[in-house]
């Protein structure tokens, strides 16, 4: 798989897999291959490729994405090639986060924005692999009915716009709808918890294992077009702890 970053000789993998992106039920065009590893520091090391194409334009995005050891989010870099037939841009993000908030660092046009992002403690990264958000609902506290907010740094692609990538704060609401329910999917047969993620008053289903690994995940844009983003490829490393 491609990396930004070699994986080191010391890092463990912990696991890998893939997912199809489905619009409608049916292939949009777009897939996502990811890898994690640990270091020695007990940090978490969140490799991403998403690839394809839809709609008339072509996208390859790469990410490389670290969290400590305490699972918060420490750097976050991505690079994206859109091309709509004629022309190809790149594109290239970094974000460094700390307890305090986010330094961004996002191309526009010949330049690099960069800017300060202060935060709440507590924030997460909300970013384009979906593989990536099992962190978000990682403590998420089970005990407690209800929604339970998360203030999220979210990181967007733009194609239609032709632009990079963008940052924006956002508060989005999570709740635990279900456990125990069981999940079919190409990469086999899960027993997941389901979540319902609350976006602009829309209701999206979040399915995820005992190890916070994304099984599926529907998101209803409108009554005739819904994707779908299901795993097709799962494998976890038995590590010690």
């Known amino acids: 798989m491609e990396t930004i970053y070699p994986i080191g000789p010391d890092e463990q993998l912990v696991a890998r897999g893939g997912y199809v992106y489905r619009v409608s039920g049916k292939d949009s065009g777009l ?24 709609a008339g334009m072509t996208l390859h995005q790469i990410s490389h994405f670290v ?44 330049q690099k924005v960069q800017s300060r992002l202060d935060l709440p403690a507590g924030y997460l990264l909300f970013s384009p692999p979906v593989s990536a958000h099992g962190f978000i609902v990682g403590n998420f506290d089970e005990t407690r009915p209800g ?34 329910e069981a999940i079919e999917t190409p990469a086999g047969k899960f027993t997941c918890r389901r979540f319902v993620r609350y976006d602009h008053h829309m209701e999206q289903q979040l399915w995820l294992n005992d190890q916070n690994t994304v099984i599926k995940w529907a998101v209803p844009y409108s009554e005739i077009m819904q994707w779908e983003y299901v795993l097709t490829r799962y494998y976890r490393e038995q590590l010690q702890a």
Do not use: K, N
């Open 67 to 110: 969290l400590t050891a305490a699972r918060r989010p420490q750097q976050l870099e991505m690079r994206q090639v859109i091309g709509d037939g004629s022309a190809e841009r790149l594109t290239q993000t970094l974000i460094r986060c700390s307890h305090q908030g986010v330094r961004p660092s996002i191309p526009a046009g010949q």
């Open 147 to 180: 929604r339970q907010p998360r203030t999220l740094v979210s990181v967007r692609i733009q194609p239609q716009e032709a632009l990079p990538l963008s940052v924006e704060l956002q508060s989005i609401d999570y709740e635990l709808a279900g456990e125990g």
């Open 31 to 54: 897939t996502e291959r990811w890898i994690i590893h640990r270091t020695p520091g007990q940090a978490l090391v969140h490799r991403a490729v998403v690839a394809g194409s839809i």
